[in-house]
């Protein structure tokens, strides 16, 4: 008995320290192994617990503010942020089309843990157009990286930008490599600064 709970011991001694190891990037590591002391008394939503949330407000264009959320492994979730002028015409975002330029995003397949067929884009990089009153917006990546997917529900769903545009209604998933990173987030405002910017509680 005594020698199964050294083992177990040692077995979970090691996995802290491959865990340290695994969690250098100073924002990340919270999200990895939060301090019981800061746990809040009111769960945190699945955005707030999983994602370091940024901001990239007046892109390009005024009012044109996205949001990238930051996952701990690195990936990248792109879409509208609250504010964005799109959301706020009566009635709403009505329709989302995918086909840019020369190419439609919504045709493109990745495939592999090599993500194989993945087209890396700039930032400036339209992603989709979309409609809301009459008129057309166009998202970009906002972020510098590998284009792994869109989210295709929204052709037959263009209202989830309205109810859940955080969430199920989530533009594209975009892979920077680690090392542009740094250069991305101090392009991109901190959650805090865009609900000053913006005037949000």
């Not at 397949?109 to 700039?122: I, L, M, Y």
Request: aromatic share 6%; charged share 30%; with cysteine.
């Amino acid at each position: 008995m005594e020698g199964g709970r050294e083992e177990g011991e040692t077995l979970q001694s090691d996995a802290l320290v491959n865990m340290d190891k695994i969690v250098e990037d100073e924002e990340l590591r919270p999200l990895l192994i939060p301090d019981v002391k800061d746990l809040p008394s009111i769960p945190p939503s699945a955005v707030e617990s999983n994602f370091v949330r940024y901001y990239a407000a007046d892109f390009l264009k005024p009012e044109h503010d996205q949001y990238v959320y930051r996952h701990a492994n690195g990936l990248c979730v792109v879409g509208l942020s609250p504010s964005h002028v799109a959301l706020r015409e009566e009635g709403g975002v009505t329709a989302v089309d995918f086909n840019v330029g020369k190419s439609d995003r919504s045709e493109m397949k990745v495939t592999g843990k090599r993500k194989r067929n993945a087209q890396h884009f700039d930032a400036k990089t339209s992603l989709c157009k979309v409609c809301a009153n009459g008129k057309e917006f166009i998202v970009r990546c906002c972020v510098k990286g590998s284009l792994l997917e869109v989210n295709d529900r929204l052709l037959k769903q263009p209202e989830l930008l309205n109810s859940s545009a955080d969430r199920e209604g989530y533009i594209a998933i975009i892979m920077p490599k680690p090392t542009d990173w740094p250069k991305i987030k101090d392009s991109l405002l901190s959650h805090e600064d865009y609900k000053k910017l913006r005037g949000l509680s």
